[in-house]
């Protein structure tokens, strides 16, 4: 039998979807040209190949913004990754998207990220001369690190989207670094927004930082009171205002309504404000940077030390060194500054 028929029912279904949907027919491709898959649209392929890397896999222990939390029920990296993609999945299944491209690009979005969340993104920046973006790292992970260097071959427009996937803090819209070409990008960037907001306020409830009483009386007022109640009144905003996307209209953005997207945006000031630089959070993310920056330090004096599974042989010192220690989970730094002498990690319970 040829299997082949299972990829060309996947492929001629995508012909229903929007004529805003990214398609497989019309995808830029990969730099190097495979044959294609019996069982699976290009898009599919890529989902799974991020899937089942390692960089995927040390999603678990890594810092989303409590750091090295003891506590089972903090969100990690990975658990945030995964509700990415599933409020992805979910905007681009209602416009009519193409829900696989959604879920690929979503899956490996902060792929790239170091030990200690933005703290060890911020620590190597410091480092390197031109500056380290988890985003553009995701990239550089999928793209030359994972399989033993050679990198998963990903489409372009599964690497576009997760290249602009990051925000800046003035909104939640902001293209500090470009708009994804496709409508799945855009929903993926949104998705992020949506999901960190939602689960970091249970975090912070949870760390008694905060009590849902002290959010805005406005984003209450507009976005509800409770968890269920903000993530259903944001995802359906998005699908009512983007319906343009389903091929509705002539103007294919994805977007909230002024009111939500004003409400959004002053519910993330808020956090910033009251958890993202609150004292004791901060304090931890101080004490995650000082590790990343000994850690650093200590294999730019001793790169022969460094893990040949997370660089490239033949890059500079400083860019071997950033590949390895992004690559590393909060607990694995923590251990490791700690054996070297790092007076930060001592006593630090993981």
């Known amino acids: ?33 495979e044959s294609p898959s019996p069982l699976r649209t290009e898009y599919q392929r890529d989902r799974d190949r991020i899937l089942h890397t390692k960089a995927f896999r040390r999603l678990k222990h ?59 993104e911020e620590a190597l920046a410091e480092c390197l001369p031109d500056g380290f ?13 994972e399989n033993g260097g050679r990198g998963l071959n990903l489409t372009f427009e599964v690497l576009d989207a997760i290249e602009k996937s990051s925000k800046t803090r003035e909104d939640i819209f902001a293209e500090g670094w470009g708009v994804p070409v496709t409508l799945e990008g855009q929903v993926v960037k949104t998705a992020d927004a949506i ?30 009171r409770s968890h269920g109640e903000r993530l259903d009144a944001l995802v359906c905003d998005i699908v009512a205002a983007s319906w343009a996307a389903t091929g509705a209209g002539a103007d294919p953005v994805i977007r909230f309504s002024p009111e939500v997207h004003r409400a959004a945006n002053e519910l993330r000031e808020f956090m910033f404000e009251r958890v993202y630089l609150y004292d004791r959070t901060r304090r931890e993310a101080e004490r995650g940077k000082r590790i990343v920056h000994f850690l650093f330090s200590y294999y730019m004096a001793h790169p022969e030390g460094i893990s040949p599974d997370y660089s490239l042989p033949d890059d500079p010192v400083e860019r071997r060194v950033a590949d390895y220690v992004s690559g590393m989970t909060d607990r694995f730094a923590i251990r490791l500054a700690a054996s070297l002498g790092c007076p930060d990690a001592l006593g630090w319970q993981v």
């Open 195 to 224: 999901a960190y907001l939602n689960h970091d306020i249970l975090d912070a409830v949870r760390a008694g930082i905060i009590t849902e009483e002290d959010l805005p009386d406005s984003t209450k007022r507009i976005l509800g």
């Open 62 to 120: 890594k810092t989303q913004v409590f750091i090295a939390p003891t506590q089972d029920h903090f969100v990690t990296r990975l658990t945030h990754t995964l509700e990415v993609a599933q409020i992805a999945r979910t905007i681009a299944r209602a416009l009519n998207l193409n829900e696989d491209l959604a879920e690929a690009a979503a899956l490996g979005h902060d792929i790239g990220h170091g030990p200690f969340g933005h703290a060890g």
């Open 133 to 145: 973006r988890h985003n553009y790292q995701s990239v550089r992970v999928l793209d030359c690190l």
């Open 1 to 33: 039998m040829d299997l082949h028929v299972v990829r060309r029912r996947l492929e001629a279904a995508e012909a229903t979807l929007s004529p805003y949907a990214a398609k497989t027919a019309t995808s830029r491709g990969r730099k190097r040209p």
